[in-house]
């Protein structure tokens, strides 16, 4: 079982930055792809951004160029660093760890933290 803490969310102007973490208790965290999800009220959860266990990017199309995700396996972190905000990036943003076997799969899911754009 992985436990994923998200924290970093706000309330920021349009145009400005913020930077979540998320931190996973997991002992093997380099192994895990990780990815950020958001989810707009009355819009379905999107991907935002994804890494692979090999440093592989990629990322949704409305925040290329403007959103950075990274990880930190000594730390079991993974960041996403968002610039040029706007209101339409107002959604609660979570994170997520996965992982695929031969015979299993494996997603573990923080709680959310909550990102508001707004003058």
């Known amino acids: 079982q992985v436990q994923l803490v998200e924290s970093g969310g706000g309330l920021v102007q349009p145009g400005g930055s913020l930077r979540l973490s998320c931190s996973a208790s997991?002992?093997?965290?380099?192994?895990?792809?990780l990815v950020w999800y958001r989810q707009a009220p009355g819009k379905q959860r999107e991907l935002v951004a994804a890494i692979s266990s090999g440093i592989r990017t990629n990322y949704a199309d409305s925040v290329k160029r403007r959103f950075t995700i990274s990880r930190d396996n000594a730390k079991s972190t993974v960041f996403l660093q968002m610039n040029s905000l706007n209101p339409e990036d107002t959604a609660v943003y979570y994170c997520?760890?996965?992982?695929?076997?031969?015979?299993?799969?494996?997603?573990?899911w923080g709680q959310g933290t909550q990102v508001t754009v707004c003058s």
């Open positions: 997991a002992s093997i965290f380099s192994i895990y792809h």
């Open positions: 997520n760890a996965n992982r695929r076997t031969v015979d299993a799969g494996y997603d573990y």
